[in-house]
């Protein structure tokens, strides 16, 4: 019996102990709830009216507290809202209209303790003024009591003790509820008396309230409390203001004021948080701390009389030295024409300020402070080797700036002296031939080349390449590729240039000016054979005529024609065919006899001779004058010794007895070959290189007389 008599007693104190626990940790105060009406309690149609509630709790847990608003119109609940905050409740009244007027009041719900506001009348324009009321109500003598020791002056670390009481309490049936709390925060609660103790902190200075609750009856004492401080906060600083990785740098941690009259030198004491962190400290308060490779937090801690006071955090992002920058051009580099030139380093903290630099010459400078910015400097240079002078130097707060190396970049030299040339040469450009157009320029490459024939808009050839000429061929020209013709080049400089025009003549294939030329020979030849066979026809009409004109020529006798022979003159027998002989001394010539004298009757009967006499002084002819020929024949005039030919017509019959008769005409041909002008008339020597007379007997006798001065008398 005894063991469940204890048992009991256990297990009830644990209910009460639990529920005492529960009860401490949600302890709380309701302590007033208003409702106010805003902007004013009256105002006119369409007016936005908003009804705020606030209520005032006190709490002495840090756990939020569920709170249940309703808000009433004439008695009616017109809405509600749970909510853990401790904000003010607002209700809109959009446009408000007259049946908005009424009488509103706002209630307030924590668990199983409420408290409604007082009621608030709207009035919106168009209604009458409300009259109040009020009946006199008897104030109960009961009052709360607030103390506070110590009354004197507070510093921060001395103990204060506080009371909350009853006065004049009449011993009332209804229960009195005491609530001590310090601004909104729940201090201590009872029912007859309430005390609370505290170490005392700068913080804690404001108000103190006691209130006592007894029904409807709400009472409440205040007392404002005044703590000095007995030192300040700390504060936290570094220098340098920036510091890079791994150097060092001092950190100061110090509190502005203390209480000296209460507080000794060595009794404040700091440190710094973390203390993992490698520290160097010489003077209270001061530190020597190498940055790290990364930000890092550091607070310092005040101490003095078990009161503790933290600064706030600092935060030490240590700066990276900034790399050497790298140097580089945006776009494409060109001689005569502005571009941008890049300076940018892989890391480093910003600010970092880059200079442009032309050898060791500063040029220009630009701060990058910004993520994404980049530090673009607009240059130009008039020839190649200048892109190489340029470096940039990037600092950002070290003691040394790194350079960067030497610009390195391609220079494009626009084009100039763009030239068209042509093989093979113009004037030996023929049909069939292949034609190379080659048009080089001055510039970089690659270059763009274009050939155009004038009257043609689109180009005839497009090449790009990385030479400074190029040509275009044309196959087997004919005459339709005669024209003139141009190139135009272009590089990354985008200036076109264009060449002088080239005109081109395609002359005919050498075959064709062959066959025009066989041609022309052909037609030149025939001509020149038509006019000749024409000459010798008129000519032939001629001698014809001359022959029929020529009348005998008779100086002795009509039958016979003496000759005058020199030596060595062969005398041919036109009728006999037999030749007379000749011994060299002077004599007659007869057939196949001397004679001392050299004379020949010749029959010249229907006959024509020709002789040609070589050696001799004289020509003679028994033709015609050698002024009455023919002006055509007199002006052929050779370098030969001069050759006369006579042509003898006689109708007369011969001497029988001499000249064997003989039928028909014959005609002697007789060519005499004259000596050089200027010779003597007579010779001692003479030659007859031969005398051939024709007729029909083909047989002939050959002698060789010796004729000095011989004459050939005619009968």
């Known amino acids: 019996m005894g063991l469940l008599l204890l048992l009991t007693s ?5 209910y009460f102990h639990s529920g005492r626990v529960v009860a401490e940790q949600r302890l709380f105060k309701i302590k007033d709830i208003t409702l106010s009406i805003e902007p004013a309690p009256d105002v006119t149609r369409d007016t936005n009216v908003t009804l705020r509630c606030k209520a005032f709790v006190s709490s002495s847990g840090l756990e939020a507290l569920s709170r249940e608003y309703r808000i009433y119109k004439d008695g009616n609940t017109i809405y509600s809202k749970n909510t853990s905050t401790s904000e003010d409740l607002l209700y809109p009244l959009s446009e408000a209209r007259v049946s908005n007027s009424g009488k509103y009041k706002c209630k307030i719900s924590i668990e199983q303790e409420d408290m409604t506001s007082g009621a608030e009348k709207l009035t919106v324009a168009g209604l009458s003024k409300p009259l109040l009321h009020i009946n006199k109500v008897k104030e109960l003598l009961i009052v709360a009591v607030l103390e506070i020791l110590p009354k004197s002056k507070i510093y921060e670390g001395d ?3 506080i009371f909350c009481s009853v006065k004049n309490n009449l011993r009332s049936s209804e229960s009195i509820n005491l609530y001590l709390s310090q601004g909104s925060q729940l201090l201590s609660s009872g ?4 005390n609370h103790s ?3 902190l700068a913080k804690d200075t404001g108000e103190f309230e006691c209130r006592l609750e007894m029904g409807n009856v709400r009472k409440f004492d205040t007392m404002a409390v005044s703590v000095t401080e007995l030192f300040s906060v700390p504060t936290l600083t570094m220098y340098p203001a920036e510091v890079f990785q791994r150097e060092y740098m001092t950190l100061n941690c110090t509190s502005e004021s203390s209480a000296s009259e209460r507080l000794g030198r060595d009794e404040l004491t700091y440190t710094l948080d973390p203390t993992e ?21 550091y607070t310092c801690v005040a101490k003095a009389k078990e009161i503790v006071k933290r600064s706030e955090t600092l935060t030490v992002r240590p700066k990276v030295a900034v790399s050497a920058p790298k140097i580089s051009v945006v ?3 060109v001689i005569g024409q502005s571009f941008k030139i890049l300076c940018q380093s892989d890391f480093g903290s910003l600010p970092i300020n880059y200079t442009l630099l032309w050898g060791y010459d500063q040029l220009n400078i630009t701060t990058v402070k910004e993520r994404f910015q980049q530090a673009l400097f607009t240059v130009t240079i008039r020839k190649s080797d200048e892109i190489s002078k340029y470096m940039c130097e990037a600092r950002n707060g070290q003691r040394e700036a790194p350079l960067s190396k030497r610009l390195n970049a391609t220079v494009i030299v626009p084009l100039t002296n763009p030239i068209l040339t042509v093989l093979p040469h113009l004037p030996e450009i023929s049909e069939g031939d292949h034609l190379y157009l080659i048009c080089g320029v001055n510039g970089t490459p690659p270059v763009t080349f274009k050939w155009y024939r004038v009257g043609n808009k689109h180009p005839l050839y497009t090449i790009t390449t990385y030479m400074n000429n190029t040509n275009y061929r044309v196959s087997a020209l004919s005459k339709e590729h005669s024209g003139k013709y141009y190139c135009e080049a272009i590089n990354h400089a985008n200036i076109v240039v264009r060449s002088d025009l080239v005109t081109i003549e395609v002359r005919l294939a050498l075959w064709k000016k062959g066959l025009i030329g066989g041609f022309c020979l052909l037609a030149l030849s025939a001509l020149v ?9 008129k000519r032939g009409k001629r001698e014809a005529a001359a022959e029929l004109s020529v009348k005998p020529s008779r100086p002795k006798s009509d039958d016979s024609l003496t000759v005058n022979l020199t030596h060595d003159t062969e005398v041919y027998n036109a009728a006999t065919g037999a030749a007379p002989l000749y011994d060299g001394t002077e004599g007659r010539v007869t057939n196949g006899a001397r004679d001392s004298v050299a004379s020949l009757p010749v029959d010249i009967s229907n006959r024509s001779s020709y002789m040609r006499v070589e050696g001799a002084a004289v020509s003679v002819w028994s033709e015609r004058r050698p002024e009455e020929a023919n002006d055509e024949e007199s002006s052929m005039v050779s370098n030969e010794p001069d050759v006369e030919y006579t042509e003898v017509v006689h109708p007369r019959p011969l001497d029988p007895a001499r000249v064997p008769p003989k039928k028909g005409t014959d005609t002697v041909y007789s060519e005499l070959q004259n000596s050089p002008h200027g010779a003597t008339d007579h010779h001692e020597y003479g030659s007859v290189e031969y005398a051939e007379l024709n007729s029909e007997p083909p047989g002939t006798n050959h002698f060789a007389p010796e004729v000095h001065h011989q004459e050939l008398p005619v009968d």
Do not use: E
């Not at 029912?191 to 309430?194: D, G």
């Not at 962190?277 to 937090?297: E, M, Q």
């Not at 054979?529 to 026809?537: G, N, Q």
């Open 10 to 14: 256990v297990l009830l104190s644990s």
């Open 159 to 161: 103990k204060l003790d």
């Open 191 to 194: 029912y007859s008396t309430v």
């Open 198 to 200: 505290m170490i005392a």
């Open 277 to 297: 962190s490698p520290l160097i400290s010489k003077v209270n308060g001061v530190f020597s701390v190498k940055a790290l490779l990364y930000d890092f937090n």
């Open 331 to 333: 776009g494409r580099v």
């Open 529 to 537: 054979v038509v006019v000749v066979l024409c000459f010798k026809s």
